[in-house]
């Protein structure tokens, strides 16, 4: 059974700083893995999405790394800013993209203004 | 990328009753649908998978009878909760994707906005 750990479980940061948040998985045979944003109450934004065959994606200013060999994913977001403050979960697939997707129960980011 | 639309958006009704649930691919033919549930302060749980044409696969602990997925064609899910009960007060988001196999698609879920069913 796929297992996805997502540390920390909250954070809180002052705006304009760099952060990274952390995705585990133990399934090798991943697929691909998406980042995605919660905000509270609503439904799920994407974010980002690499396949098993990447190593990292970005968009505007946010970039995410996957590591394979290590079952580690990475979320880095730059220049924080207050309307970053979210829910961030992250999700992995496997079988070949058939399967539906796993889920860590997320990190509760803060940015403060 | 694609949209996906819920139907309703929220809904509160009373213990027994069955509520049923739309899931739509707008602008693409969504050969496989996901159901997904989320239970306050917890991440998303995959319930089951359905195919268009196909019966629903569920995952472990999921009760089919209780839960009835209909994915009659390429652009519309149902889930059905039958005889609610308070203990299935939850968030309920579905996710489309295409086929996998057609040339240049997407591997991505393209999520739904939610449903949130409060039973009483």
């Known amino acids: 059974k796929q297992e996805v750990t997502q540390i920390p479980a909250a954070l809180s940061v002052p705006e304009g700083e760099n952060l990274v948040l952390n995705c585990s998985f133990t399934?090798?045979?991943?697929?691909?893995l998406q980042w995605f944003r919660q905000d509270p109450g609503k439904g799920l934004t994407s974010l980002l999405l690499?396949?098993?065959?990447?190593r990292e994606q970005t968009s505007g200013r946010l970039n995410a790394s996957l590591d394979k060999s290590s079952g580690r994913s990475t979320l880095y977001i730059a220049a924080s800013q207050p309307g970053d403050s979210a829910t961030y979960l992250c999700?992995?697939?496997?079988?070949?993209?058939?399967?539906?997707?796993?889920f860590g129960k997320g990190t509760h980011l803060i940015i403060q203004p | 990328g694609a949209v996906v639309s819920q139907h309703p958006s929220r809904v509160i009704c009373k213990s027994g009753t069955s509520v049923k649930i739309e899931c739509r691919s707008l602008?693409?033919?969504?050969?496989?649908m996901f159901w997904y549930r989320q239970f306050p302060k917890q991440s998303l749980m995959l319930m089951a998978t359905s195919n268009e044409g196909s019966k629903a696969t569920y995952e472990q602990g999921v009760e089919k009878d209780k839960f009835l997925i209909n994915h009659a064609s390429l652009t519309l899910s149902t889930l059905t909760v039958t005889s609610a009960h308070p203990e299935d007060s939850s968030f309920y988001i579905c996710s489309a994707r295409g086929n996998l196999y057609d040339r240049g698609r997407s591997p991505e879920q393209f999520f739904g906005p939610g449903t949130r069913l409060t039973v009483l």
């Open positions: 690499i396949q098993s065959s990447q």
């Open positions: 399934d090798s045979a991943i697929y691909n």
């Open positions: 602008d693409f033919q969504a050969t496989t």
């Open positions: 999700a992995e697939t496997t079988g070949g993209g058939a399967d539906g997707l796993t």
